[in-house]
């Protein structure tokens, strides 16, 4: 009995001291897994520089003493970004000379704009870049307006944001990838162009800055990411680097609130005496006339290149002018050319235009050489690459237009209403006035050797195209009777775009009359395969204008950029001057 007890005991002993190595190793166990939850929490919250190519480091040498006896600190890889963005600068340092990663150019975005404004925003912004020598930084996001049916936005992968928080529900937009529209790096093979996203990653790895999540740091620290307003950015990396110097500039005063008499030009290096404005040369003596090497020439003028502003914003037309140059002397008046490229040259890292970068309808300067007027001509018509899918839409919808058509030429119209009456810059007017004028329009238009001698002899006099003034009278029957002539002269297929497809009265009375609108061209097929382009009204404006661009005449709404992005498609593709008009234009001309 005593050696089974003895026996016993000492298997109670053995399990005794089995159980306190156990419960030993999971203290132990546990403190290891406490420390490194805290580390990890403690340096997400805290990011720091590289150093030594560890990505997350112990924050003190006090914390390294008291846990180097535990375990030693675990290498973790990059976060996925950081290597991406490490490749995409080691990329583009291979690609592309000096200046791309050295002298940037950025702008407050006004995302509110619609989406023919922004497009215009790039234009600019790139002609600025080139003429500075600059990256330009373009927005990331870009903001749609008109969500046609609520279940295909949220297809697209965008969400919905109030860029004001306000009621108003023109703030209300679906913030989406700017690749939804243009193809940036198509557009990079031309233009030092980066996005805000991909800017703020090359200044974190720049400076060895580690984050899971660098939108979310970055909006941590007060930044504002659509770069609507970019300084707020920009005082982060200023703060973070001493070296990343900052200029802000306000461009809009200079460029169009000069005082007269103030000519602005592109660069001022092409002119002869780079515009400094020389004492007025002294009329040659007879003695020094004889000897012709020695004769002053006084060259009072310069020729300058132009874009012709036009209130749809378009480059549908170019021109040359002669200037008349102001000397220093006060004996001969005339322009003083004044150097966009001189006025802001800057040795700051980063040139931040604030508040504006372009002003409605009107170019900002004149260029000194025709090279230069062409380069940024070639931006707006062949740098600002859509992105394939777009480009596959035009096409689909307009190959859908012309086999409805029987493949005849067309007419293509816009009517623009929307913001126009609330700004005033258009009034709301009768269906039956507006639809008068889309018939009028189509008759100057018609097919003139495919229409009988009756048709040529309309009188004008008795139809009206405008609202009358209170009290002011019409001949109805004679105004119908005249209406239903030209109607019967209409010969050619018509494509009307308008945002004023509410309208169901107009819109039905110019399908009455053999119009043919967008819906008319979404087939199943196109849904399915271009949900994101279905959903919302600002793409497919980029339909109507392709469709518009290609018809044999167009007739614009003036002031409306989507006019303007439809006469440049027209450049680009060749078709002739003359052929488009705004139809204010084609009223006045009728008066």
Known sequence: MS????????????????????????????????????????????????????????????????????????????????????????????NRPYPFFDRYLVYDVHMWLGLNNIRYGLEMTNN??????????????????????????????????NLAESTDPIFSRWELDINTVWDVEEMRKTLNVMTTEEFNRVMLVQQ?????????????QGG??????????????????????VDSQLVLDFLFRNAPGVEIVDDLDPLPDKGLLPERPS?????????????????????????????????????????????????????????????????????????????????????????????????????????????????????????????????GFHYRVGDFVQYSWSWNEPADIVIRRFIYASWIFRDRSNTTSDCEEIDLSTIHLRALPPGGQIDEVAEAATTEHMKRCMNRPFYFATDDSANLGFVQG????????????????????YPHITAFGDYQ????????ANSEYFVGAAMSSLTGGALNMRRKIGKPGPTAVLMAELLNGRK
């Open 224 to 245: 504002d990411l659509s770069f609507s307003r970019a300084f707020n950015v920009l005082k982060i990396y200023h703060d973070l680097d001493r070296k990343i110097t």
């Open 3 to 94: 050696q089974i007890s003895l026996a016993r005991g000492l298997q109670r002993i053995k399990l005794a001291y089995i159980l306190i190595l156990a419960s030993a190793f999971v203290v132990v166990r546990t403190i290891l897994n406490l420390y490194h939850v805290d580390r990890d929490h403690f340096l997400k919250q805290q990011p720091e520089p590289l150093a030594d190519h560890i990505p997350y480091k112990i924050q003190s040498e006090e914390q390294r003493h008291f846990f180097s006896h535990l375990a030693a600190p675990k290498q973790r890889p990059l976060p996925k970004w950081f290597v991406e963005t490490q490749e995409f600068i080691r990329r583009m340092e291979t």
């Open 128 to 161: 600025y870049g080139i003429v500075l020598n600059r990256t330009v930084i373009i927005p990331s996001k870009i903001f749609a307006r008109n969500c046609i049916q609520h279940e295909l936005c949220q297809l697209t992968g965008g969400k919905l944001v």
């Open 283 to 411: 009329e040659p003596s007879p003695t020094e006339a004889q000897e012709e090497t020695k004769v002053v020439a006084i060259q009072p003028e310069i020729t300058l290149w132009t874009v012709v502003s036009r209130t749809e914003m378009s480059m549908n037309e170019t021109a040359q002018h002669t200037v008349p140059i102001r000397w220093r002397d006060t004996g001969y008046s005339g322009a003083a050319p004044v150097g966009f490229k001189q006025r802001f040259s800057s040795d700051a890292k980063v040139l931040h235009f604030q508040e504006g970068i372009h002003e409605f309808a009107a170019f900002p300067f004149k260029f000194t050489t025709a090279a230069a007027r062409d380069r940024y001509v070639n931006v707006a018509l062949h740098e600002m690459a859509l992105n394939s899918q777009i480009r596959e839409a035009q096409h689909y919808v307009l190959a859908k237009l012309l086999a409805m058509i029987g493949n005849k030429p067309y007419l």
């Open 510 to 529: 110019l399908k009455s009359i053999g119009g043919i609108a967008m819906d008319d061209l979404l087939d199943r097929e196109f849904v399915l395969k």
């Open 208 to 220: 060895g800055i580690v984050v899971e999540d660098p939108e979310a740091w970055i909006a941590s």
């Open 541 to 548: 404006g980029l339909l109507d204008q392709w469709i518009l």
